[in-house]
Nanobody, 120 residues
Framework: QVQLVESGGGLVQPGGSLRLSCAAS????????MGWYRQAPGKQRELVAT???????NYADSVKGRFTISRDNAQRTVYLQMNSLKPEDTAVYYC??????????????WGQGTQVTVSS
């Protein structure tokens, strides 16, 4: 089974920085894209950033210029560098992977989430 494990969350003051990591493991054939989503209390889960296997990136307007998504060469680990953090960035951040486990089976997988709290 595929597993996504996030790390790097925590408490940070406004204006601070944090880097999240997500490592994919298990039987993986091809990873087409990985990304980060977040969900604040009482809110819908929203896209933060995605990166494809071709290194094409997409960001939510609210984080453009502040967050950077990247991946390692093996494309099994994705990172989210979060700078100039704001209280409204507070949420549980979830890693997502669009991948295939065989040449015929492709679907989304989700991590367990990591809490990011931006507060003074």
């Amino acid at each position: 089974q595929v597993q996504l494990v996030e790390s790097g969350g925590g408490l940070v003051q406004p204006g601070g920085s944090l880097r999240l990591s997500c490592a994919a493991s298990g039987r993986i054939f091809v990873i087409y894209a990985m990304g980060w989503y977040r969900q604040a209390p009482g809110k819908q889960r929203e896209l933060v950033a995605t990166i494809t296997s071709g290194s094409n990136t997409n960001y939510a307007d609210s984080v453009k210029g502040r967050f950077t998504i990247s991946r390692d060469n093996a494309q099994r680990t994705v990172y989210l560098q979060m700078n100039s953090l704001k209280p409204e960035d507070t949420a549980v951040y979830y890693c997502n992977a669009d991948l295939s486990t065989t040449s015929l089976v492709r679907k989304d997988y989700w991590g367990q989430g990591t809490q990011v709290t931006v507060s003074s």
